[in-house]
């Protein structure tokens, strides 16, 4: 990540990695996506979504975040993802609506 980011350990084995990055990082690793996902944003997709770390890379107006699921063996890869789409789904409403300068 070429941003500010920060790391959470939650319930059930999943470790969340929370991080702003650029247009730039966001556009070079779209060649890296497993799935393109269109439900939250205006551009988003998954790399890895079956594996025990999950990347989701999401950009909407003129932001863009990459959230890093890592799972242990328990968690179901289908959770792991939607956790990953929901935290980026809040972190860019949140930039959105308070305009948060880009960095």
Known sequence: MDGMSCMYVG???????VGLISSVTFQSRKSDSGIYLDDFADQAFAIRPNSLDTLVLAHREDYSVAIMTTRSGDVLADKSLQVAMLLADSVLERLVQLRIPRT
Not at 11 to 17: H, K, L, P, R, T
């Open 11 to 17: 319930a059930e084995g999943i470790i969340v990695s």
